[in-house]
């Protein structure tokens, strides 16, 4: 049973490994297309308030707090008023300083005072109007299901581990149980007829007399 055992944990073994090979290029391909979902969704939402405030901002200037009206949106909705000179006229409550020459315009990841946002501008006759919102929501969305996956990847490939020690020693005991067989048959066998065969060959050969 040892050499059963031998032979069945390499075969294991190996298919915890392809099994845990294809689970990281899966889990790598659900979190890339989970963060550029949620980009891609974020993008629209501002966008869409971009072109609202914008044409806001050319009825009546526009009020220094923004309220979402998504409240799924954990993270505020920042916006930068830029004069023709790229100086800052009017921003957000608690929004972050806005960097100086920072030139967006399609939506476009920043980082900002440490935090990475999500930036698109429009043009105002008088100058340019930035929003933005921070990526938190995607980074912890995405962290989350990077944890998730390892505690599942582990957890599989052990299970996949012992199930294939599980498969290969029931599928090959009974095969080696006959080998076993097969081999004390065959030495038995040799023995019955190596014993008649010394006999006669002992008859056959005279006595050497004294």
């Known amino acids: 049973m040892r050499s059963l055992a031998r032979r069945a944990i390499p075969v294991a073994a190996l298919a ?3 099994v845990a090979v294809m689970f990281v290029l899966a889990s790598t391909a659900i979190n890339l297309f989970v963060a550029s979902r ?3 969704d974020l993008d629209q939402r501002i966008s869409e308030r971009l072109e609202g405030l914008r044409t806001a901002a050319a009825v009546a200037p526009l009020p220094r707090s923004i309220q979402d009206q998504d409240h799924s949106f954990e993270a505020p909705l920042l916006f930068w008023q ?36 999500r930036l698109a501008s429009a043009g105002l006759p008088s100058g340019r109007l930035v929003v933005g919102e921070s990526t938190a929501s995607i980074s912890n969305s995405v962290r989350l299901l990077v944890t998730a996956e390892l505690v599942v990847g582990p957890s599989l490939a052990i299970l996949v581990f012992l199930g294939g020690v599980l498969i290969c020693w029931r599928v090959a005991g009974p095969i080696e ?5 097969q081999l ?5 066998a040799a023995a019955a007829l190596a014993n008649p065969v010394s006999v006669a060959a002992a008859a056959q050969c005279p006595t050497p007399r004294p």
Not at 91 to 116: C, E, F, H, K, M
């Open 177 to 181: 149980r006959a080998r076993h067989e």
């Open 38 to 40: 949620l980009t891609s």
């Open 184 to 188: 004390a048959f065959t030495a038995d």
């Open 16 to 18: 915890a490994a392809v």
């Open 82 to 117: 830029l004069d023709s000179t790229g100086r800052v006229v009017q921003s957000s409550p608690n929004s972050p300083a806005y960097p100086p020459g920072l030139q967006v315009s399609t939506p476009s990841t920043t980082r900002i005072a440490g935090t990475d946002f």
